[in-house]
């Protein structure tokens, strides 16, 4: 549901531009990686933002161990 969410603005656009740095994947392929890149920050976020821990109100939204934020 969240990568949905962070993913649904695409849906109205005509055209997206990706700029990338020197390494990994570019173009196209790499849209999903940012897309789950913003889904794996997110929980951090909110709680930087709020006070307010995600992982604490809902349990089942931990992020994945292992994966870098």
């Known amino acids: ?3 949905e ?3 649904q603005p695409l849906l109205g656009a005509r055209r997206v531009t990706l700029v990338a ?3 990994g994947d570019i173009g196209v392929s ?15 976020a909110v709680e930087a ?15 994945p161990s292992g994966t870098q934020c």
């Open 49 to 63: 933002l709020t006070g307010v821990s995600v992982t604490q109100v809902r349990p089942d939204a931990r992020v």
């Open 30 to 44: 790499r849209l999903p990686g940012e897309i789950l890149d913003v889904v794996t920050r997110l929980p951090a």
């Open 5 to 7: 969410a962070v993913a």
């Open 21 to 23: 740095g020197g390494s």
């Open 1 to 3: 549901q969240v990568a």
